[in-house]
């Protein structure tokens, strides 16, 4: 929230002037979008001209009857009022859009901007060239947001996509299994197998570790630290236990320091999540994914149809060469 610090029992407390610390819950700026991230500039930092003209007169005639407040050219009308109070309301849902203070509120902070702004025009600080890059970039902004929201307004994944999705893709879906694992090492592949049938004829893992096992967790019966699948100490050793159920012994086989026995003490996880657990978030990436083919489609038949001049030395100078494919540019 940036024009308004506070809302409680229907007041609302202004903490700084809406053309200070922004306007866009007033509605005067691009409208938020949930789904997007909003980039930011540094302040324009601008000099107020040295001398002020006069003050133009007053607009002549009375105030317009649908007319809350005039100020100069400006007016705020009581449709204008009505959208952005609604505006706000959207914004803060316990913004109380039916109080009288809180509406007088936003009407007060309303009119110390267009003040300011008068004021800031009068001056012909409106006219500096920080000012007017300022609004042609926010100019742009608009434009680009408003040309993607129509280009998308009607691309939106089904739950029929998502589930496709969700049934072609169940692997993507399971849950990652963490491994709790011992170990025997030993320097050669004969002692290895021999160690392998005193398992197999009933030896117990864990006393065969503390006794034969040269690894560092030796005597403590070649335990390692649990670990998820794929993050096995080495390659090898997830090949040989990924076939294994609870209590199985691996076969010898080698390793980094010689050749290696594991037995798999538990292991957990390794469901596979159910659709209803993510169809909401499938429904809203396939979506994403589809606006986004939309617009990079558009984009290159824009390309194919303004066919941008490129100057590829000067780009190659002053932007360099990608490390890789830019699979956004249209060109």
Known sequence: MRAFGHIRNGNIFVLGLVF????????????????????????VQVQAPQSTPEMPNPVPGPIPSNALVRIGNWTLTQEDFTNRINLLKQQLPDFKDTDANSKNA??????????????AED??????????DAVEDF??????????????????????????????????????????VSQIVVPDEATAKNILVQILQGGDFASLAQTQSKA????????????????APFDAMQTAIDGLDVGGVSGVFKGPEGSYIVKVNSKKGGDTKSFADVKKD??????????????????????????????????????????????????
């Open 20 to 43: 200070l610390t922004g306007c866009d819950l007033l509605g005067i700026g691009p409208k938020k979008d949930n789904n997007a991230q909003t980039q930011t500039t540094a302040p």
């Open 106 to 119: 936003v009407l007060g902070e309303l009119v110390r901007q267009q003040l300011l702004v008068q004021e």
């Open 123 to 132: 001056s012909g600080i409106a006219n500096t060239p920080e000012i007017k």
């Open 139 to 180: 100019k742009k902004t608009l434009l680009v947001q408003e040309m993607a929201s129509r280009l998308t307004k009607n691309v939106i994944a089904t739950e029929d996509d998502a589930r496709n999705y969700y049934e072609a893709n169940l692997e993507k879906f399971k849950e990652p299994v963490t491994w709790d």
């Open 216 to 231: 560092a967790n030796g005597p403590q019966g070649g335990k390692l630290d649990p670990f998820v699948s794929g993050k």
């Open 282 to 331: 499938l429904i809203y990436g396939l979506t994403m994914q589809k606006q986004q083919e939309v617009l990079l489609s558009h984009l290159k038949d824009l390309a194919d149809k303004y066919k941008p001049e490129r100057n590829d030395a000067l780009i190659k100078q002053v932007v360099g060469e990608p490390t890789e494919t830019n699979t956004t540019n249209p060109q």
